[in-house]
């Protein structure tokens, strides 16, 4: 079929603290999107930096006319992406950010709103958050970014998908932790598999996941990236705990044929949800 | 009276002085095992963590024990049979079980194995010292098998592969700058019921897993009867307190006696020195670890 599109998942390993030699995986990964035929290849978060940057972050971060965003400008004229790195606002706020590129030109910014800080996670103490959610018009299809823990929170989700997104895209560095759900993957893998399923459904629209691998002082991260389509399918699924490149072939059509299917988005109330959280919010006060 | 999950017993020694309760407690059951995953993450992590450092070979001692073992059969798997030097340090009191059980894994997982006699700097040094109680004397050897492995590891350019599991680390059964002693550990987050069932599901002889576990460091000596309960038991409540967030109250309203449960919280809050770095002075504005954060892996 013509209109179909192909999406590379790019599950990589990268090197804490070396951005030119994640810069020569990102490098590597597009020439073999390129080779597949891939409209658009997906980097995990912070995957041009690694994920336990600490006091690392400012020494790694990019600024969006810097040359580390110049060199991804450039490899985005080969294939669009989507880049996961730390990046410096002209104040020197450092924001967990995924950026979409495409013929050169950045399309899309999306700065983590849900910085996790608990447990293993200390983001709000080296990230500033993000404030915003917005759904953008892209190949194939409008589309929103969110960043790994974001996609815990379904309203981020729903937010776009209520901009418009046919296509919600996330990026992760998710550690594999939790013995009890089976041989093939750990627990926290299969919370995962659940929620991108569920939102799939929930919001009809595509999940496109892409997490890393590797250890990081003793923290493995479980790759397993996955695309699932509008009506919870899984349309390709990277092994777990190894680096791949995957190839996602969709057919963007059936965002609409989900939604004719199951209309729950046209019977979304905003107004009701909006009235609903300012009463709880007066309340919570 | 044995509780918890039905996974490996070792040989029942006498009855411990703390037993979980008169019944079985409500309390979830002790941590899953899973070998297939477990595997896959620990020798993924060996084979990640050691090369990532320049290294290819990896130095530890083996004991006989269960532990040693299986970190041996780890890293066997990880980084090749021929990358895994094995050390037997004996001291001339050590049983001769210990000894030859440490032969049969070297020779089960396919590694080189040397033995290094302990009793000449150990006699020595204590010869000036005769009152030394059993404590100190048992520290002392496991520091000098420390200083031995890290002196082979700077020899054949190698990481030590540390063997403490969970449980020891919790409860401070080890010798600080001995047996807790680096650079990487695979069973730090297993409890030792899990490397139990591990080392089951790897080959590890089962004369290794099924004996009394002993750290060997006086004639007869049983972890157990130095700890007063099973690992089966305390693993079970460590599971409940530390992983899954029991409070002391709920673990008791649950069926546990309070004996059992205040000593063993006790023992992991008189423990945590063990795992930490040692207190620094603050006198500046960036102290290291306080203010200097890094991970490890920064420094590779």
Redesign the interface.
């Known amino acids: 079929m013509a209109d179909r599109f192909r999406i590379a998942l790019a599950q990589i390993s990268p090197r804490l603290a070396d951005v030119q030699e994640n810069l020569g995986l990102y490098e590597k990964a597009v020439a073999g999107a390129a080779e597949a035929g891939a409209g658009l290849v997906v980097f995990p978060e912070l995957s041009l930096t690694g994920y336990h940057l600490k006091d690392e972050v400012p020494a790694v971060a990019a600024r969006l006319d810097g040359k580390v965003v110049a060199a991804l400008r450039e490899l985005s004229r080969r294939v669009p992406l989507v880049a996961g790195l730390v990046e410096e606002s002209s104040d020197h706020r450092f924001f967990n950010s995924a950026i979409w590129l495409a013929a050169g030109e950045i399309v899309a910014v999306h700065r983590k709103v849900y910085l996790p800080t608990y447990g293993m996670f200390d983001e709000s103490r080296y990230f500033a958050r993000g404030h915003s959610l917005r759904a953008f018009d892209a190949v194939p299809m409008r589309a929103g970014l969110v960043v790994c823990e974001d996609f815990w929170h379904p309203s981020a989700v729903q937010i776009l998908a209520l901009d418009g997104a046919g296509i919600v895209i996330c990026p992760s560095s998710s550690p594999a932790r939790g013995l009890g759900q089976g041989a093939e993957r750990d627990d926290n893998a299969h919370t995962w598999e659940v929620l991108l399923e569920a939102m799939a459904r929930s919001f009809g629209l595509f999940v496109v996941h892409v997490n890393r691998v590797g250890y990081e002082d003793g923290v493995g991260f479980w790759g397993g990236s996955s695309v699932i389509d509008p009506n919870g399918q899984t349309v390709a699924k990277a092994p777990c705990y190894e680096t791949a490149l995957t190839i996602a072939e969709i057919d963007p059509a059936e965002v609409r044929r989900r939604r004719l299917a199951v209309p729950v988005l046209r019977d979304e109330d905003i107004d009701l949800t909006i009235r609903e959280l300012e009463r709880v919010r007066r309340e919570q006060r | 009276m044995s509780v918890g999950t039905p996974v490996v017993s070792p040989r029942a020694g006498a009855a411990p002085a703390l037993t979980p309760g008169p019944g079985t407690p409500a309390s979830p059951a002790g ?8 595997r ?2 620990l020798v ?2 060996l084979r ?2 050691v090369r ?1 450092t320049g290294a290819e070979r990896v130095v530890l001692g083996l004991s006989g024990g269960v532990d040693s073992a299986l970190a041996a059969m780890l890293a066997a798997e990880a980084l090749g049979a021929a990358n895994v030097l094995a050390i037997r340090m004996p001291w001339r009191l050590s049983s001769a079980e210990s000894l030859s059980h440490a032969d049969l894994l070297a020779v089960k997982a396919g590694i080189e194995m040397l033995t290094i006699d302990i009793s000449p700097q150990i006699d020595a040094y204590f010869e000036r010292f005769p009152d030394a109680d059993a404590m100190r004397r048992g520290n002392k050897m496991a520091r000098e098998r420390m200083t031995v492995l890290y002196d082979h590891s700077a020899r054949i350019g190698g990481l030590v592969v540390g063997t403490s599991n969970k449980t020891e680390l919790l409860l401070g059964y080890g010798t600080l700058f001995g047996d807790m002693a680096s650079a ?1 550990n695979p069973l730090g987050d297993l409890y030792k019921t899990q490397v139990w069932g591990l080392s089951r599901a790897l080959g590890v002889p089962a004369e290794i897993i099924d004996k009394a576990p002993s750290a060997d460091l006086a004639p007869g000596q049983t972890d157990e009867a130095d700890l007063g309960f099973r690992y089966a038991d305390v693993d079970r409540l460590l599971w409940a307190m530390i992983d899954l967030r029991w409070g002391a109250d709920e673990l008791v309203a649950a069926g546990w006696s309070r004996s059992f449960v205040d000593a063993v919280e006790a023992r992991v809050r008189r423990s945590q020195f063990k795992r930490r770095l040692p207190v620094i002075a603050k006198v500046s504005e960036r102290t290291i670890d306080r203010d ?7 420094g ?1």
């Open positions: 941590p899953p095992v899973n070998p297939p995953l477990l896959r993450l993924g992590f990640d963590e990532k990487v200097f954060r890094y991970a490890r892996d920064w590779l």
